[in-house]
């Protein structure tokens, strides 16, 4: 562990590096606080730049995104009642009221405080179990890791927003996708329609922009409001809310470790990390601390528990190449572009990058804690952008950034196509991550099915007789039935209820 760091060390303390954690954590405060942005929005629009650069540095760049995205929103959740991402949905219960009883700036500092403090334990969980996990996982071959990306993939449905089947269909749509291009074993050429363009498959960067940026935007236009602008009266915090985060030091450490926990389970997400904190802390709370009402303890569970998450989502991604969730699965493409390939290899044969990854990650939580309390006056000032200002300048990124990576007019119309799908996924209800994942998934669990196959001497028994792939495909079993079971038992009591009395 302390090797990792040690070795990642050079690479981190570089101008390059520290220049764009620094610009992407204030970058992730602001597109954090903007209602509709967040950081997976944040992290989307500057990927095409971001795989320009070194490695460490561009990781730096969206990792810092994504753990200033994650806090960012609490900041409109807690002015305007209106939270900037899903994650900060449960810091409204207490931020809002905190700030309508005058008390907004200590509700912002408090936020800015927890979530850092939750993110360098979350950092601490990350550092301390990654090597462990990769370590276990060094002996796995081609069955497991085949149970393993089947594993992924049923988690993220299981626990995506929406019915499993739609979870699992969106899962599926993502591996159909990965299959197009060109064949590794026979070089043949799949779902190619003749276009050279397609040879490769279509680029992840296109996917993921297509997918998520175009829809939200689309989804903004429709909303009322459009023209509207927000006024604020200025806000400014003080080193004061860092005694107030403290002060709750029991709450922060519980709820940090709950967003750690949740964070390492590929699927689940900040958004339940902050409730389940919320409850844990509600739960064990004074009768005179109000939650609901401007607690203080409120605000501390949520934020402390979404940014945990983020570190505990780095432990699969890295140790296992299992992104947790969206946003972890644009960071290992992000990785995989840049020639590193997550997994038990890259401890053992580049510890470098892994210190480097780990490095960036906990400077990110500081610079957040200082540039957060630092930055908080133009938090009042961005949030008063009108939405159509915005959308036009996130749409115009969006197709420069996405052009810019191969000078493709291909990728542009790559992007239109996954935008129009993104839509009508959108308007179906059904999740967007699990076609994502399907497709950063679908070549480790195609690859390894098949190696495993040319190996085994009795066809699909091969996955039966090694007793890590028998286990892990057991849990997918006990998933898929334990939510076919509720979802039967939640249907028999809406029934129920609409039955007429007598």
């Known amino acids: 562990m302390f090797d990792s760091l040690l070795a990642g060390l050079p690479l981190f303390l570089t101008f390059q590096t520290i220049a764009l954690v620094t610009i992407g954590v204030c970058f992730g405060l602001v597109v954090g606080a903007l209602p509709g942005l967040g950081p997976l929005m944040g992290m989307i629009l500057v990927l095409p730049f971001a795989i320009g650069q070194p490695p460490i540095a561009a990781i730096g760049l969206l990792t810092a995104i994504f753990v200033a995205g994650s806090c ?69 071959t081609a069955p497991e890791y085949t149970a393993l990306a089947i594993t ?167 140790a296992l190449g299992i992104p947790g969730d969206a946003g972890a699965a644009v960071l290992l493409g992000a990785l995989v572009i840049l020639g590193v390939f997550p997994g038990p290899g890259l401890f053992a044969n580049q510890p470098e990058i892994v210190g480097g990854i780990f490095l960036v990650y906990l400077f990110s939580n500081v610079l957040l804690l200082i540039l957060g309390v630092l930055m908080t006056p133009l938090f009042v000032y961005v949030l008063r952008i009108r939405a159509s200002t915005l959308i036009p300048v996130v749409l115009l990124f969006c197709a420069v950034g996405t052009f810019a990576l191969q000078a493709s007019v291909f990728d542009l119309w790559a992007m239109l196509g996954f935008g129009l799908v993104g839509i009508l996924f959108k308007a179906a209800r059904y999740p967007l991550a699990p076609v994502v994942i399907g497709v950063i998934l679908g070549p480790l669990l195609e690859n390894n099915y098949r190696r495993s196959l040319l190996i085994s001497r009795e ?25 076919i079971v509720y979802g039967i038992r939640q249907a028999r009591a809406r029934r129920t209820a609409v039955q007429p009395a007598g």
């Open 72 to 140: 960012g929103g609490s900041v409109s959740a807690i002015l305007l009642g209106i939270p900037g991402t899903p994650l900060a949905a449960a810091t409204l219960f207490d931020g809002y009221p905190m700030a309508r009883a005058g008390r907004g700036a200590d509700a912002i500092g408090i936020s800015i405080s927890s979530s850092a403090l939750g993110g360098l334990f979350g950092g601490v969980i990350l550092i301390i179990s990654t090597p462990m996990l990769a370590e276990f996982a060094s002996g796995f």
């Open 152 to 318: 992924g993939l049923i988690t993220v449905a299981v626990i995506s927003e929406g019915s499993l089947t739609k979870g699992l269909l969106a899962g599926c749509f993502g591996l159909l996708i990965a299959t197009i291009g060109t064949d590794q074993f026979s070089n043949g050429y799949r779902f190619t329609f003749g276009s050279y363009h397609m040879l490769d498959g279509f680029h992840i960067v296109a996917i993921v922009v297509g997918l998520f940026a175009i829809p939200e935007m689309v989804w903004q236009v429709m909303r009322p409001g459009l023209d509207e602008k927000v006024m604020l009266p200025p806000v400014r915090v003080g080193l004061r809310a860092i005694a107030l985060t403290l002060g709750h030091w029991g709450n922060l450490l519980r709820s940090s470790a709950l967003g750690a926990f949740f964070g390492a389970i590929p699927g689940a997400s900040g958004v339940a990390s902050s409730f389940v904190a919320y409850a844990a802390a509600k739960a064990m709370a004074r009768p005179d601390e109000k939650y609901g009402d401007g607690a203080e303890g409120g605000v501390v569970a949520t934020e402390s528990a979404n940014n945990a998450t983020v570190g505990g989502v780095f432990v699969p991604t890295l």
């Open 459 to 483: 066809g699909h028994w091969i996955f039966i007789d090694r007793p890590i792939s028998a286990v892990l495909l057991a849990i997918d079993l006990i998933l898929l039935i334990g939510v």
